[in-house]
Protein backbone atom coordinates (compact mmCIF):
# COMPACT_ATOMS: atom_id res chain seq x y z
CA UNK A 1 0.00 0.00 0.00
CA UNK A 2 1.69 3.40 -0.82
CA UNK A 3 0.83 6.79 -0.42
CA UNK A 4 -0.90 7.31 -3.52
CA UNK A 5 -3.21 4.42 -2.53
CA UNK A 6 -3.87 6.10 0.36
CA UNK A 7 -5.86 8.56 -1.11
CA UNK A 8 -8.34 6.57 -2.97
CA UNK A 9 -11.32 5.89 -1.52
CA UNK A 10 -10.39 1.94 -0.70
CA UNK A 11 -8.31 3.19 1.91
CA UNK A 12 -11.31 4.62 3.76
CA UNK A 13 -12.43 0.61 5.96
CA UNK A 14 -15.79 2.03 6.02
CA UNK A 15 -16.70 2.73 2.85
CA UNK A 16 -15.05 -0.43 1.42
CA UNK A 17 -17.09 -2.53 3.83
CA UNK A 18 -20.43 -1.08 2.89
CA UNK A 19 -19.56 -1.09 -0.68
CA UNK A 20 -19.06 -4.74 -0.21
CA UNK A 21 -21.76 -5.30 1.58
CA UNK A 22 -24.07 -3.32 -0.96
CA UNK A 23 -24.43 -0.63 2.12
CA UNK A 24 -24.45 2.36 -0.29
CA UNK A 25 -26.46 4.26 -2.58
CA UNK A 26 -26.95 3.63 -6.09
CA UNK A 27 -25.39 6.76 -7.12
CA UNK A 28 -22.61 6.33 -5.07
CA UNK A 29 -22.07 2.92 -5.83
CA UNK A 30 -21.60 4.05 -10.07
CA UNK A 31 -19.05 6.04 -8.98
CA UNK A 32 -16.86 4.10 -6.62
CA UNK A 33 -17.26 0.95 -9.61
CA UNK A 34 -15.77 4.24 -12.29
CA UNK A 35 -12.68 4.59 -10.42
CA UNK A 36 -12.10 0.88 -9.69
CA UNK A 37 -11.63 0.57 -13.50
CA UNK A 38 -9.05 2.53 -13.57
CA UNK A 39 -7.28 1.52 -9.90
CA UNK A 40 -5.87 -2.51 -10.44
CA UNK A 41 -4.73 -2.07 -6.83
CA UNK A 42 -8.39 -0.97 -5.82
CA UNK A 43 -9.65 -3.70 -7.49
CA UNK A 44 -7.60 -6.13 -5.78
CA UNK A 45 -8.49 -4.51 -2.54
CA UNK A 46 -12.06 -4.81 -2.84
CA UNK A 47 -11.71 -8.15 -4.13
CA UNK A 48 -9.68 -9.24 -1.10
CA UNK A 49 -12.63 -7.69 1.62
CA UNK A 50 -15.60 -9.65 -0.70
CA UNK A 51 -13.31 -12.92 -0.27
CA UNK A 52 -13.17 -12.03 3.80
CA UNK A 53 -16.87 -11.15 4.18
CA UNK A 54 -17.79 -13.84 2.60
CA UNK A 55 -15.28 -16.34 3.87
CA UNK A 56 -17.37 -15.22 7.13
CA UNK A 57 -20.57 -15.62 5.67
CA UNK A 58 -20.26 -18.72 4.53
CA UNK A 59 -18.92 -19.69 8.17
CA UNK A 60 -21.83 -18.30 9.78
CA UNK A 61 -24.30 -20.50 6.90
CA UNK A 62 -21.87 -23.46 7.91
CA UNK A 63 -22.79 -22.59 11.70
CA UNK A 64 -26.00 -22.27 11.18
CA UNK A 65 -26.74 -25.36 9.42
CA UNK A 66 -24.60 -27.44 11.66
CA UNK A 67 -26.89 -25.71 14.83
CA UNK A 68 -29.87 -26.33 12.83
CA UNK A 69 -29.15 -30.28 12.12
CA UNK A 70 -28.76 -30.83 16.10
CA UNK A 71 -31.54 -28.99 16.59
CA UNK A 72 -33.69 -31.28 14.53
CA UNK A 73 -31.89 -34.07 15.71
CA UNK A 74 -33.17 -33.10 18.98
CA UNK A 75 -35.98 -32.48 18.00
CA UNK A 76 -36.65 -35.98 16.55
CA UNK A 77 -35.39 -37.87 19.55
CA UNK A 78 -37.74 -35.77 22.29
CA UNK A 79 -40.58 -36.87 19.70
CA UNK A 80 -39.37 -40.51 19.70
CA UNK A 81 -39.14 -40.21 23.42
CA UNK A 82 -42.72 -38.72 23.51
CA UNK A 83 -43.72 -41.84 21.46
CA UNK A 84 -41.60 -44.01 23.65
CA UNK A 85 -42.85 -42.93 26.96
CA UNK A 86 -46.67 -42.66 25.05
CA UNK A 87 -46.35 -46.28 24.04
CA UNK A 88 -44.94 -47.10 27.95
CA UNK A 89 -48.24 -45.52 29.08
CA UNK A 90 -50.27 -47.02 26.96
CA UNK A 91 -48.99 -50.79 27.71
CA UNK A 92 -49.12 -49.82 31.62
CA UNK A 93 -52.62 -48.84 31.12
CA UNK A 94 -53.48 -51.98 28.36
CA UNK A 95 -51.92 -54.85 31.68
CA UNK A 96 -53.70 -52.65 34.33
CA UNK A 97 -56.62 -52.61 32.80
CA UNK A 98 -56.17 -56.73 31.71
CA UNK A 99 -55.47 -56.82 35.99
CA UNK A 100 -58.20 -55.09 36.75
CA UNK A 101 -60.63 -57.01 34.33
CA UNK A 102 -59.35 -60.24 36.29
CA UNK A 103 -59.64 -59.04 39.35
CA UNK A 104 -63.13 -57.88 38.59
CA UNK A 105 -63.97 -61.60 37.45
CA UNK A 106 -62.24 -63.23 40.40
CA UNK A 107 -64.25 -60.56 42.82
CA UNK A 108 -67.59 -62.33 41.36
CA UNK A 109 -66.50 -65.65 42.40
CA UNK A 110 -65.36 -64.57 45.70
CA UNK A 111 -68.53 -63.12 46.58
CA UNK A 112 -70.04 -66.67 45.89
CA UNK A 113 -67.13 -67.70 48.62
CA UNK A 114 -67.42 -64.83 51.00
CA UNK A 115 -66.73 -66.67 53.96
CA UNK A 116 -63.96 -68.62 53.01
CA UNK A 117 -62.42 -64.97 51.88
CA UNK A 118 -63.24 -63.31 55.01
CA UNK A 119 -61.48 -66.24 56.90
CA UNK A 120 -58.43 -66.52 54.54
CA UNK A 121 -57.78 -62.77 54.64
CA UNK A 122 -59.00 -61.05 57.55
CA UNK A 123 -57.78 -63.99 60.45
CA UNK A 124 -55.10 -63.25 62.07
CA UNK A 125 -52.93 -64.80 64.57
CA UNK A 126 -55.01 -62.58 67.33
CA UNK A 127 -58.46 -63.43 66.52
CA UNK A 128 -58.47 -66.49 64.60
CA UNK A 129 -62.13 -67.33 65.85
CA UNK A 130 -64.89 -65.63 63.78
CA UNK A 131 -68.82 -66.84 63.51
CA UNK A 132 -69.68 -68.60 60.32
CA UNK A 133 -72.85 -69.57 58.03
CA UNK A 134 -72.45 -73.34 59.09
CA UNK A 135 -75.71 -75.31 59.14
CA UNK A 136 -76.83 -77.88 61.74
CA UNK A 137 -78.79 -80.30 59.37
CA UNK A 138 -79.95 -82.33 61.83
CA UNK A 139 -79.98 -82.58 65.33
CA UNK A 140 -81.14 -86.12 66.96
CA UNK A 141 -82.11 -86.84 70.87
CA UNK A 142 -79.77 -89.62 70.62
CA UNK A 143 -81.39 -91.14 74.03
CA UNK A 144 -84.18 -91.98 71.78
CA UNK A 145 -82.31 -93.46 68.66
CA UNK A 146 -78.90 -94.12 69.96
CA UNK A 147 -78.94 -97.75 67.61
CA UNK A 148 -79.90 -95.40 64.95
CA UNK A 149 -76.96 -92.78 65.72
CA UNK A 150 -74.59 -95.04 64.01
CA UNK A 151 -76.76 -96.41 61.08
CA UNK A 152 -78.14 -92.92 60.12
CA UNK A 153 -74.69 -91.84 59.30
CA UNK A 154 -74.26 -93.88 56.38
CA UNK A 155 -77.30 -92.78 54.64
CA UNK A 156 -77.00 -89.02 55.32
CA UNK A 157 -73.81 -89.97 53.66
CA UNK A 158 -75.35 -91.01 50.78
CA UNK A 159 -77.86 -88.16 50.21
CA UNK A 160 -75.71 -85.90 50.43
CA UNK A 161 -76.24 -84.11 47.71
CA UNK A 162 -79.59 -83.30 49.65
CA UNK A 163 -77.48 -81.37 51.94
CA UNK A 164 -77.70 -78.66 49.88
CA UNK A 165 -81.16 -78.03 49.35
CA UNK A 166 -81.19 -76.50 52.52
CA UNK A 167 -84.10 -73.85 51.54
CA UNK A 168 -86.56 -76.44 50.90
CA UNK A 169 -86.14 -77.99 54.56
CA UNK A 170 -85.35 -74.84 56.09
CA UNK A 171 -88.52 -73.33 55.20
CA UNK A 172 -90.17 -76.57 56.02
CA UNK A 173 -88.66 -76.43 59.72
CA UNK A 174 -89.47 -73.07 60.32
CA UNK A 175 -92.99 -73.71 59.55
CA UNK A 176 -93.11 -76.27 61.78
CA UNK A 177 -91.61 -74.25 64.64
CA UNK A 178 -94.19 -71.74 64.09
CA UNK A 179 -96.84 -74.31 64.89
CA UNK A 180 -94.96 -75.90 67.69
CA UNK A 181 -94.21 -72.38 69.23
CA UNK A 182 -95.63 -72.61 72.34
CA UNK A 183 -92.11 -74.77 73.12
CA UNK A 184 -90.05 -72.22 73.83
CA UNK A 185 -87.00 -72.54 76.06
CA UNK A 186 -85.83 -76.58 74.53
CA UNK A 187 -87.65 -76.04 70.51
CA UNK A 188 -85.01 -77.79 69.37
CA UNK A 189 -84.88 -80.71 71.90
CA UNK A 190 -88.33 -80.97 72.01
CA UNK A 191 -88.76 -81.55 68.23
CA UNK A 192 -86.06 -83.60 67.80
CA UNK A 193 -87.11 -85.39 70.56
CA UNK A 194 -90.83 -85.98 68.34
CA UNK A 195 -89.20 -86.27 65.14
CA UNK A 196 -86.48 -88.64 65.56
CA UNK A 197 -88.18 -91.97 66.06
CA UNK A 198 -89.72 -91.30 62.35
CA UNK A 199 -86.24 -90.21 61.19
CA UNK A 200 -84.86 -93.37 59.49
CA UNK A 201 -88.68 -94.98 58.64
CA UNK A 202 -90.15 -92.08 57.56
CA UNK A 203 -89.20 -88.81 55.00
CA UNK A 204 -86.10 -87.66 56.13
CA UNK A 205 -86.10 -84.28 54.69
CA UNK A 206 -89.02 -83.34 56.42
CA UNK A 207 -86.91 -83.91 59.82
CA UNK A 208 -84.30 -81.86 59.28
CA UNK A 209 -83.67 -78.75 60.72
CA UNK A 210 -81.57 -75.75 59.42
CA UNK A 211 -80.21 -72.91 61.69
CA UNK A 212 -77.59 -70.45 60.22
CA UNK A 213 -76.10 -68.19 62.25
CA UNK A 214 -74.63 -65.08 61.75
CA UNK A 215 -71.54 -64.15 60.01
CA UNK A 216 -70.21 -62.21 62.95
CA UNK A 217 -66.00 -61.31 63.94
CA UNK A 218 -66.75 -62.30 67.35
CA UNK A 219 -64.02 -61.74 70.17
CA UNK A 220 -62.24 -64.88 71.53
CA UNK A 221 -63.44 -65.86 74.98
CA UNK A 222 -62.16 -64.20 77.70
CA UNK A 223 -60.06 -65.64 80.12
CA UNK A 224 -62.10 -65.57 82.82
CA UNK A 225 -64.91 -67.49 80.87
CA UNK A 226 -62.59 -70.03 79.51
CA UNK A 227 -61.17 -71.05 82.81
CA UNK A 228 -64.92 -71.09 84.21
CA UNK A 229 -65.23 -73.57 81.14
CA UNK A 230 -62.62 -75.55 82.07
CA UNK A 231 -63.58 -75.88 85.44
CA UNK A 232 -66.75 -77.00 85.08
CA UNK A 233 -65.59 -79.28 82.27
CA UNK A 234 -62.64 -81.01 84.42
CA UNK A 235 -65.22 -81.47 87.09
CA UNK A 236 -67.95 -83.07 84.81
CA UNK A 237 -66.11 -85.50 82.79
CA UNK A 238 -62.27 -85.45 84.29
CA UNK A 239 -60.77 -84.86 81.11
CA UNK A 240 -59.74 -81.39 79.18
CA UNK A 241 -63.01 -79.53 77.80
CA UNK A 242 -62.18 -79.84 74.36
CA UNK A 243 -62.12 -83.45 73.43
CA UNK A 244 -59.99 -84.06 70.20
CA UNK A 245 -61.47 -85.51 67.92
CA UNK A 246 -58.69 -86.45 65.80
CA UNK A 247 -59.82 -87.72 63.03
CA UNK A 248 -58.49 -86.73 59.94
CA UNK A 249 -60.88 -86.41 57.21
CA UNK A 250 -60.12 -88.49 54.41
CA UNK A 251 -58.88 -85.68 51.98
CA UNK A 252 -55.17 -84.99 53.17
CA UNK A 253 -55.37 -81.48 53.03
CA UNK A 254 -58.29 -81.49 55.08
CA UNK A 255 -56.88 -80.15 59.02
CA UNK A 256 -58.22 -81.99 62.12
CA UNK A 257 -61.34 -81.51 63.43
CA UNK A 258 -62.35 -80.59 67.21
CA UNK A 259 -65.18 -79.80 69.05
CA UNK A 260 -66.64 -78.66 71.75
CA UNK A 261 -69.46 -77.10 73.42
CA UNK A 262 -69.45 -73.15 73.92
CA UNK A 263 -70.14 -71.62 76.73
CA UNK A 264 -73.35 -69.14 76.16
CA UNK A 265 -71.50 -66.20 78.07
CA UNK A 266 -69.12 -66.02 75.16
CA UNK A 267 -71.57 -65.23 73.19
CA UNK A 268 -71.41 -61.54 71.60
CA UNK A 269 -75.01 -60.00 73.33
CA UNK A 270 -76.75 -59.37 70.00
CA UNK A 271 -76.42 -63.21 69.45
CA UNK A 272 -77.77 -64.05 72.73
CA UNK A 273 -81.48 -64.48 72.02
CA UNK A 274 -82.39 -67.08 74.07
CA UNK A 275 -83.53 -68.95 71.22
CA UNK A 276 -83.06 -72.66 71.51
CA UNK A 277 -83.47 -73.39 68.10
CA UNK A 278 -80.47 -71.48 67.04
CA UNK A 279 -77.16 -72.48 67.42
CA UNK A 280 -74.63 -70.47 66.90
CA UNK A 281 -70.81 -71.94 65.65
CA UNK A 282 -67.23 -70.79 65.63
CA UNK A 283 -64.60 -71.75 63.78
CA UNK A 284 -61.17 -71.45 65.18
CA UNK A 285 -57.69 -72.30 63.27
CA UNK A 286 -55.47 -74.12 66.19
CA UNK A 287 -52.55 -76.34 65.86
CA UNK A 288 -54.35 -79.09 66.49
CA UNK A 289 -56.86 -78.27 63.69
CA UNK A 290 -60.08 -76.93 63.02
CA UNK A 291 -62.04 -75.91 66.11
CA UNK A 292 -65.44 -75.80 66.29
CA UNK A 293 -67.66 -74.54 69.38
CA UNK A 294 -70.90 -75.37 69.20
CA UNK A 295 -73.49 -72.38 71.32
CA UNK A 296 -77.00 -74.21 72.14
CA UNK A 297 -78.49 -74.17 75.11
CA UNK A 298 -79.96 -77.96 72.98
CA UNK A 299 -76.31 -78.96 74.52
CA UNK A 300 -76.21 -80.11 77.65
CA UNK A 301 -72.34 -81.66 77.50
CA UNK A 302 -69.67 -79.52 77.39
CA UNK A 303 -67.57 -82.18 75.43
CA UNK A 304 -68.12 -84.28 71.90
CA UNK A 305 -68.19 -87.90 72.59
CA UNK A 306 -67.42 -88.81 68.73
CA UNK A 307 -67.08 -87.06 65.50
CA UNK A 308 -67.61 -88.92 62.16
CA UNK A 309 -66.94 -87.45 58.46
CA UNK A 310 -69.51 -88.79 56.70
CA UNK A 311 -68.94 -86.12 53.82
CA UNK A 312 -65.80 -83.43 52.70
CA UNK A 313 -67.83 -80.81 54.00
CA UNK A 314 -70.02 -82.31 57.04
CA UNK A 315 -69.76 -84.26 59.91
CA UNK A 316 -71.67 -85.46 62.62
CA UNK A 317 -70.87 -84.36 66.39
CA UNK A 318 -72.45 -86.62 69.12
CA UNK A 319 -72.68 -85.64 72.27
CA UNK A 320 -74.06 -87.77 75.67
CA UNK A 321 -77.39 -86.88 74.46
CA UNK A 322 -76.90 -85.43 71.05
CA UNK A 323 -76.08 -86.04 67.56
CA UNK A 324 -75.66 -83.33 65.60
CA UNK A 325 -75.02 -83.54 61.86
CA UNK A 326 -73.24 -79.82 60.74
CA UNK A 327 -72.37 -78.61 57.20
CA UNK A 328 -70.21 -75.97 56.26
CA UNK A 329 -70.69 -74.82 52.73
CA UNK A 330 -67.31 -75.21 50.80
CA UNK A 331 -66.01 -77.85 53.27
CA UNK A 332 -63.59 -77.93 56.08
CA UNK A 333 -60.52 -77.50 54.23
CA UNK A 334 -61.81 -74.53 51.85
CA UNK A 335 -62.25 -72.56 55.15
CA UNK A 336 -59.29 -73.39 57.06
CA UNK B 1 -43.35 -4.27 3.47
CA UNK B 2 -46.66 -5.50 2.08
CA UNK B 3 -48.45 -7.61 4.48
CA UNK B 4 -51.71 -9.79 3.17
CA UNK B 5 -53.86 -10.44 5.86
CA UNK B 6 -54.79 -13.95 5.01
CA UNK B 7 -51.57 -15.64 6.05
CA UNK B 8 -50.39 -13.30 8.02
CA UNK B 9 -51.70 -15.01 11.48
CA UNK B 10 -50.04 -18.08 10.29
CA UNK B 11 -46.94 -16.56 9.59
CA UNK B 12 -46.24 -13.55 11.76
CA UNK B 13 -45.57 -15.50 14.63
CA UNK B 14 -42.25 -17.13 13.01
CA UNK B 15 -41.32 -13.92 11.28
CA UNK B 16 -41.19 -12.21 14.53
CA UNK B 17 -39.48 -15.13 16.19
CA UNK B 18 -37.18 -15.02 13.03
CA UNK B 19 -36.23 -11.06 13.22
CA UNK B 20 -35.68 -11.43 17.02
CA UNK B 21 -32.87 -14.37 16.24
CA UNK B 22 -34.68 -17.16 17.96
CA UNK B 23 -33.74 -20.89 15.70
CA UNK B 24 -36.10 -22.73 17.11
CA UNK B 25 -38.32 -20.43 14.37
CA UNK B 26 -35.84 -22.47 11.53
CA UNK B 27 -36.79 -25.74 13.09
CA UNK B 28 -40.55 -25.13 12.93
CA UNK B 29 -40.11 -23.95 9.61
CA UNK B 30 -37.69 -27.42 8.42
CA UNK B 31 -40.85 -29.37 9.63
CA UNK B 32 -43.77 -27.86 7.88
CA UNK B 33 -42.16 -27.43 5.02
CA UNK B 34 -40.19 -30.80 4.40
CA UNK B 35 -42.88 -32.99 2.79
CA UNK B 36 -43.35 -30.43 -0.16
CA UNK B 37 -39.65 -29.67 -0.69
CA UNK B 38 -39.05 -33.45 -0.02
CA UNK B 39 -41.22 -34.47 -3.27
CA UNK B 40 -39.66 -31.41 -5.80
CA UNK B 41 -36.00 -32.64 -5.17
CA UNK B 42 -37.84 -36.52 -5.41
CA UNK B 43 -39.34 -35.62 -8.48
CA UNK B 44 -36.47 -33.80 -10.23
CA UNK B 45 -33.76 -36.80 -9.74
CA UNK B 46 -32.66 -36.26 -5.83
CA UNK B 47 -32.52 -38.07 -2.56
CA UNK B 48 -34.37 -37.16 0.68
CA UNK B 49 -30.60 -36.34 1.99
CA UNK B 50 -31.00 -34.03 -0.80
CA UNK B 51 -33.84 -32.44 0.05
CA UNK B 52 -32.95 -31.97 3.65
CA UNK B 53 -29.69 -30.51 2.69
CA UNK B 54 -31.89 -27.86 0.17
CA UNK B 55 -34.15 -27.42 2.78
CA UNK B 56 -31.62 -26.12 5.17
CA UNK B 57 -29.72 -23.66 2.91
CA UNK B 58 -33.35 -22.21 1.85
CA UNK B 59 -33.63 -21.57 5.52
CA UNK B 60 -30.95 -19.87 5.69
CA UNK B 61 -31.29 -17.89 2.76
CA UNK B 62 -34.41 -16.82 4.68
CA UNK B 63 -32.60 -16.10 7.88
CA UNK B 64 -30.41 -13.57 6.27
CA UNK B 65 -32.96 -11.59 4.63
CA UNK B 66 -34.64 -11.53 7.51
CA UNK B 67 -31.80 -10.57 9.44
CA UNK B 68 -30.49 -8.08 6.93
CA UNK B 69 -33.84 -6.73 7.02
CA UNK B 70 -34.47 -6.92 3.04
CA UNK B 71 -36.81 -9.20 3.08
CA UNK B 72 -39.95 -8.51 1.32
CA UNK B 73 -43.09 -10.23 3.05
CA UNK B 74 -44.96 -10.89 -0.86
CA UNK B 75 -45.78 -14.02 -0.38
CA UNK B 76 -46.33 -16.86 2.07
CA UNK B 77 -43.37 -17.57 3.89
CA UNK B 78 -43.76 -21.75 2.63
CA UNK B 79 -43.76 -20.41 -0.99
CA UNK B 80 -40.83 -18.31 -0.48
CA UNK B 81 -38.90 -21.40 0.99
CA UNK B 82 -39.97 -23.34 -1.86
CA UNK B 83 -38.97 -20.95 -4.37
CA UNK B 84 -35.72 -20.48 -2.94
CA UNK B 85 -35.22 -24.33 -2.46
CA UNK B 86 -36.45 -24.72 -5.91
CA UNK B 87 -33.62 -22.46 -7.44
CA UNK B 88 -30.96 -23.56 -5.22
CA UNK B 89 -31.93 -27.22 -6.48
CA UNK B 90 -32.06 -26.47 -10.13
CA UNK B 91 -28.28 -24.78 -10.15
CA UNK B 92 -27.05 -27.46 -8.16
CA UNK B 93 -28.18 -29.60 -10.95
CA UNK B 94 -26.92 -27.95 -13.05
CA UNK B 95 -23.55 -27.47 -11.75
CA UNK B 96 -23.65 -31.11 -11.91
CA UNK B 97 -23.95 -31.47 -15.09
CA UNK B 98 -21.40 -29.99 -16.11
CA UNK B 99 -19.49 -31.94 -13.79
CA UNK B 100 -17.74 -28.62 -11.30
CA UNK B 101 -16.62 -29.27 -8.30
CA UNK B 102 -19.36 -28.81 -5.62
CA UNK B 103 -20.01 -25.23 -4.04
CA UNK B 104 -22.11 -23.67 -1.63
CA UNK B 105 -24.66 -22.95 -4.78
CA UNK B 106 -27.15 -20.64 -2.51
CA UNK B 107 -24.14 -18.85 -1.53
CA UNK B 108 -21.35 -18.31 -4.15
CA UNK B 109 -19.62 -14.97 -4.73
CA UNK B 110 -17.26 -15.57 -6.81
CA UNK B 111 -17.19 -13.04 -9.44
CA UNK B 112 -19.06 -13.40 -12.84
CA UNK B 113 -16.13 -12.80 -14.79
CA UNK B 114 -13.41 -14.94 -13.53
CA UNK B 115 -12.08 -18.17 -15.20
CA UNK B 116 -12.06 -21.34 -13.35
CA UNK B 117 -8.21 -21.00 -12.00
CA UNK B 118 -9.21 -18.02 -10.53
CA UNK B 119 -12.37 -19.33 -9.28
CA UNK B 120 -10.56 -21.90 -7.22
CA UNK B 121 -7.94 -19.56 -5.82
CA UNK B 122 -11.06 -17.60 -4.78
CA UNK B 123 -12.58 -20.10 -3.26
CA UNK B 124 -9.22 -21.46 -1.63
CA UNK B 125 -8.66 -17.89 0.18
CA UNK B 126 -12.97 -17.94 1.10
CA UNK B 127 -11.78 -21.22 2.94
CA UNK B 128 -8.86 -20.13 4.39
CA UNK B 129 -11.28 -17.24 6.15
CA UNK B 130 -13.82 -20.08 7.53
CA UNK B 131 -10.56 -21.91 8.66
CA UNK B 132 -9.64 -18.37 10.55
CA UNK B 133 -12.79 -17.88 12.03
CA UNK B 134 -12.80 -21.34 13.50
CA UNK B 135 -9.35 -20.65 15.26
CA UNK B 136 -10.76 -17.04 16.39
CA UNK B 137 -12.57 -16.89 20.12
CA UNK B 138 -15.02 -14.88 21.30
CA UNK B 139 -15.98 -12.27 21.39
CA UNK B 140 -14.49 -11.79 18.29
CA UNK B 141 -16.24 -14.57 16.34
CA UNK B 142 -20.04 -13.12 17.42
CA UNK B 143 -18.85 -9.74 16.59
CA UNK B 144 -17.73 -10.67 13.00
CA UNK B 145 -20.70 -13.02 12.64
CA UNK B 146 -23.04 -10.08 13.36
CA UNK B 147 -21.36 -7.69 11.39
CA UNK B 148 -20.78 -9.38 8.07
CA UNK B 149 -23.09 -11.75 7.92
CA UNK B 150 -26.36 -10.74 9.48
CA UNK B 151 -25.53 -6.82 9.11
CA UNK B 152 -26.77 -5.66 12.31
CA UNK B 153 -25.87 -2.66 13.11
CA UNK B 154 -23.29 -1.43 16.11
CA UNK B 155 -25.78 -0.25 18.16
CA UNK B 156 -27.66 -3.75 17.98
CA UNK B 157 -24.36 -5.58 18.35
CA UNK B 158 -23.72 -3.63 21.42
CA UNK B 159 -27.04 -4.39 22.65
CA UNK B 160 -26.89 -8.09 21.96
CA UNK B 161 -23.13 -8.96 22.98
CA UNK B 162 -23.42 -6.35 26.33
CA UNK B 163 -20.81 -3.48 25.12
CA UNK B 164 -20.72 -0.03 26.37
CA UNK B 165 -22.49 1.06 23.42
CA UNK B 166 -21.83 1.04 19.62
CA UNK B 167 -18.46 3.05 19.00
CA UNK B 168 -16.97 0.31 21.84
CA UNK B 169 -17.78 -2.26 19.41
CA UNK B 170 -16.92 -0.46 16.22
CA UNK B 171 -13.52 -0.20 17.70
CA UNK B 172 -13.67 -3.86 18.66
CA UNK B 173 -14.79 -4.98 15.85
CA UNK B 174 -11.68 -3.26 13.52
CA UNK B 175 -9.45 -5.47 16.17
CA UNK B 176 -11.08 -8.84 15.06
CA UNK B 177 -10.82 -7.91 11.63
CA UNK B 178 -7.37 -7.44 11.43
CA UNK B 179 -6.54 -10.24 13.62
CA UNK B 180 -8.69 -12.54 11.34
CA UNK B 181 -6.64 -11.15 8.18
CA UNK B 182 -3.57 -12.42 10.36
CA UNK B 183 -4.82 -15.48 10.71
CA UNK B 184 -5.90 -15.82 6.95
CA UNK B 185 -2.33 -15.09 5.95
CA UNK B 186 -0.93 -17.70 8.34
CA UNK B 187 -3.66 -20.07 6.86
CA UNK B 188 -2.71 -19.27 3.23
CA UNK B 189 0.95 -19.99 4.01
CA UNK B 190 1.18 -15.97 3.64
CA UNK B 191 1.15 -16.31 0.15
CA UNK B 192 -1.81 -13.65 0.06
Given at each position: ??????Q??V????K?E???L??????????L?????K???CR????????LQA?????G????????????R?????????????S??????V??S?????R??????K??????E????E?K?A???????G?????????S????S?T???????????????????????Q?????????????E????????T??A?????????????????????????????K?????????PI?????????????????????L??????????????????L?????????????????D?????????????I??????????????????GK? | ????L?????????L???????E??????????????????????????????????????L??????????Y???????????A???????L????R?L??T?????V????????????E??????V????E????P?????LL??W?EQ?????????G????????????????????????????T?
Open positions: MNNTFSHWSDEELAFVHKIDKEEISNTAHLECDEKRVQEEREGIQKFRMEMKRRLKLQLRDRSRHLEWTHVAIAAAVVVFAVLTVWFFDIEEKTQVRIILQSPERAMWIIKVIEIKDKSSLAHRSTPSIAKNEPEFRDNTRFETEARKLTVESNAKSDNVTFAAQESPLVEDKVKSRIGFDSNIKHGSAPTTESKTELHHAFAETGRGMIAKKALKDKKAPAVLVRRGDKDLPVSMRNGDASVIHTRERTPQGVLLTFYSSAITSVATDIETIAPDSIVTFRNRQIAYHIPGGWAM | MQTPFFLNNDSKLDALRNGDHALAELFQKNRRPITALIQRNQGTEDDAEDILQEALIVWEKIRSGSFEQSKLSTYIYATKNIWFRQARRREPANEAFEASEDTTPQEELENERVTAQYAMQIGNCRDILYYESMEEIALKLFANADTVKSKKYQCKKALEKLVKKALGGQ
